[in-house]
């Protein structure tokens, strides 16, 4: 199945030998084509760009230099793998007319749920540290490798444009419409947060599989999946990770009533993010990852149906309607963060 391709990475890497490459898919993601490559005892990752979801590879590859070069100067106490060079000297290979990235392989566990309550809070400590080391470096040398990546509001209209655009609406979707509609508060508080919160250098795609663990599970070997990484806020990495974290069920989940924010979850996350930054943030930052988690869960529910209506071209599916079963979940667990507002207020308070 993979004949062609491991043929063409022996010619462009010189990591390998003559002997077999052996390629088989890795991991959960979404976007990307992942695989696993072994040869003899060595493993690596290869990763295939998907090129209509990142369209300006060279972007990537500028912020990945500038993140390399701050490395060299100030080292992270986990591991951040970056791409290795090609025969060419360059940090992307192009095959069959698709590029395509080689990393080092990281020994380690990945989790799509936290098993206790002290793996969320060493995450969110790992996510708190990578924020704090990477604040002495300008967010406006970095490009933007998705324009407007979690701009909100404009998630937002960009879901209604569509939707005004669809001859009709199923009742299920009027149904979810109307309550995403609904969050406009939410939006516009949002908005207001623009305007005063410090643009800063992020990664802007917290969830808990893009750390490895140890296979003990005791602490963080690494921070993976630097795609994203550009300007941002902090409760853009905070809200990913309450989203990603702090829920009952996975997002695939179609069990709607079952679906609930655990607030001690949330509670670990935030007071092990605050460890991490050392208190390298301001007051209106750490009111604002109050409500980050809301705002994270709005804008993948927004764009869950926004790619439904659309017919799926983001995203991938496993069946017709899993964008949309997926907007429902978003939605349900958006709706539970909201019921402990004040319970959270009163937890930070006291951080």
Not at 17 to 34: K, M, N, R
Not at 140 to 163: G, M, Q, S, W
Request: one cysteine or more; a negative charge; charged letters at 20%.
């Amino acid at each position: 199945m993979f004949d062609a391709l491991a043929t063409a990475l022996k010619q462009a890497y010189p990591q390998f030998t003559d002997a077999p490459l052996v390629l088989s898919p890795f991991g959960e993601g979404l976007i990307h084509e992942t695989l696993l490559v072994q040869q003899a005892d060595d493993k690596w990752i290869l990763q295939g760009f998907n090129a209509s979801v990142f369209r300006f590879p060279e972007r990537i590859a500028h912020n990945l230099d500038l993140l390399s070069k701050h490395l060299q100067q100030s080292p992270l106490p986990f591991e951040l793998p970056l791409p290795l060079l090609t025969r060419e000297g360059k940090g992307l290979a192009s095959i069959e007319g698709k590029q395509y990235r080689l990393f080092d392989f990281v020994q380690g566990t990945t989790l799509q749920q936290v098993q206790q309550p002290a793996q969320a809070r060493m995450a969110a400590q790992a996510y708190g540290k990578f924020a704090a080391w990477a604040s002495p470096l300008p967010a406006t040398a970095f490009e933007e490798t998705i324009p407007n990546f979690h701009r909100l509001d404009l998630r937002y209209a960009r879901l209604k444009e569509v939707a005004q655009d669809q001859p009709s609406l199923a009742e299920e979707e009027q149904d979810l419409l109307e309550g995403y509609l609904a969050q406009q508060p939410l939006i516009d508080y949002y908005v207001k947060q623009l305007d005063q919160l410090p643009l800063r250098v992020m990664h802007n795609d917290t969830k808990i599989n893009n750390l490895i663990f140890a296979p003990s599970l005791e602490k963080v070997e690494a921070l993976v999946d630097l795609d994203t990484l550009m300007g941002g806020y902090l409760m853009y990495d905070f809200g990913d990770l309450v989203r990603t974290v702090a829920c009952n069920l996975p997002e695939t989940s179609t069990e709607w009533n079952q679906i609930q924010a655990i607030p001690e979850l949330v509670e670990e996350l935030l007071s092990g993010y605050l460890e991490g930054l050392e208190g390298a943030l301001s007051a209106e930052e750490k009111e604002s990852l109050l409500f980050g988690g809301e705002i994270m869960t709005l804008i993948m529910g927004l764009r869950f149906l926004t790619d439904h209506l659309e017919g799926n071209v983001y995203y991938r599916v496993t069946y017709p309607l899993q964008n949309l079963h997926r907007a429902k979940n978003q939605l349900a667990l958006l709706l539970s963060q909201q019921t402990y507002r004040t319970r959270f207020a009163q937890f930070a308070a006291q951080l």
